[in-house]
């Protein structure tokens, strides 16, 4: 664990959320990930002179500094600060902080089209979200569970949309606006999903016929996956409600049973 009682004590506030003070932290956490999400999208559709303009770049920069702070003491209360920045939520974490700093580091006018791609990488802030949503390790679970069998799904969609498009670019032509293969694909694509955006449409009766069939089989094979996660979901229910939201200090994963001592992940001592 941590070695001075202030570390410990940092630690179980930040990455515990089963004690009032993890709670209380947790829950303010989430007012500011959805303030900041918020402002963000005001600022993207308030015009530089508004009047309101200069509260909302402030408040961006308040939410970046209070963020900037909660990455810093999380890098410094684990165990292996450089493992938890490469991790998922590491990443997210700096993510949501980075790119205001650049803004202020590049404000040249020159690198304006960048600085526009900086503020919407802000919104992915929401992702820090994710790690407070624990019923969401449940679905993470079942789509690991299912992952080879969704696989082999997705192997035969994209045989079937191939198959398909190259089908129809034979039957159609370039003169029914299936100019490529890759054009057919697409539709294909859209058809089999059952989006259907409608800017290309097969025009002869055969064509027709082929899009009908795989209209069909878009209904079908729209729940092929949806069955097997679901199933999968349906598994750990039982186990699922004897876990505890104990994080481990040295590899920061949970999803511990709520008796462990040990991680089951790397063996550290919870």
């Known amino acids: 664990m941590p070695a001075s009682p202030l570390r410990l004590r940092a630690y179980e506030i930040i990455f515990e959320a089963e004690t009032p003070a993890g709670r209380t932290f947790d829950i303010a956490l989430i007012a500011c990930i959805i303030c900041s999400v918020a402002v963000v999208m005001l600022d993207s559709a308030t015009p530089a002179a508004s009047p309101y303009a200069p509260v909302l770049r402030w408040a961006e920069f308040l939410f970046t500094g209070l963020f900037t702070v909660e990455y810093l003491l999380r890098l410094w209360c684990v165990n292996h600060p450089v493992r938890y920045a490469r991790s998922f939520y590491g990443l997210v974490d700096l993510l949501s902080i980075l790119p205001t700093w650049l803004i202020l580091a590049f404000p040249a006018v020159q690198f304006f089209a960048v600085l526009r791609v900086l503020r919407v990488l802000r919104v992915f802030r929401v992702?820090?979200?994710?790690?407070?949503?624990h019923e969401g390790t449940l679905i993470l679970r079942a789509l690991r569970a299912s992952r080879?069998?969704?696989t082999v799904f997705f192997f035969w969609v994209v045989t079937l949309v191939i198959l398909f498009g190259a089908l129809m670019y034979v039957i159609e032509g370039e003169e029914n606006g299936f100019t490529?293969?890759?054009?057919?694909?697409?539709?294909?694509?859209v058809t089999l999903t059952t989006v259907g955006y409608g800017d290309i449409s097969p025009k002869?009766?055969?064509g027709q016929g082929l899009a009908s069939v795989v209209m069909i089989l878009g209904y079908s094979i729209i729940a092929v996956p949806?069955?097997?996660i679901t199933i999968e979901m349906a598994r750990p229910q039982t186990a699922q409600q004897t876990v505890s939201t104990?994080?481990?200090p040295s590899c920061n994963r949970e999803g511990h049973d709520a008796d462990a001592v040990y991680c089951k992940y790397c063996g550290e001592k919870l």
């Open 226 to 228: 949806t069955g097997i």
């Open 204 to 206: 002869t009766m055969l």
């Open 148 to 150: 080879k069998r969704i």
């Open 246 to 248: 104990e994080v481990c």
């Open 180 to 189: 490529s293969i890759p054009r057919a694909v697409y539709w294909a694509v």
């Open 127 to 133: 992702l820090k979200l994710v790690q407070y949503v």
